[in-house]
């Protein structure tokens, strides 16, 4: 997942932080459930669990980016 993060263009890249948990660490599975996750991997945006046990397609990853960075822009 983290991959496929990496690799989305820097138009997009400009828009979000990464943060990434490893599950092997104590921080990590606090995270896992305080987004109340069940499977790997997840991604969450704005603190929303928006994708989990799967990957998305990379057009799908960048449209969910960009309708909430227009959401939380309008309010501002």
Not at 9 to 35: A, C, N, S, Y
Not at 43 to 53: H, R, S, W
Request: no cysteine; hydrophobic share 40%; charged share 40%.
């Amino acid at each position: 997942m983290a991959e496929s993060v990496k690799v989305l263009p820097k138009d997009i890249q400009q828009l979000i932080d990464v943060h990434e948990w490893d599950m092997r660490t104590r921080e990590g599975v606090q995270r896992f459930r305080e987004l109340k996750a069940r499977s790997l991997p997840s991604v969450a945006l704005d603190g929303d669990l928006v994708y989990e046990a799967l990957i998305p397609m990379q057009e799908e990853l960048i449209a969910e980016i960009r309708r909430r960075h227009r959401e939380k822009n309008a309010k501002e």
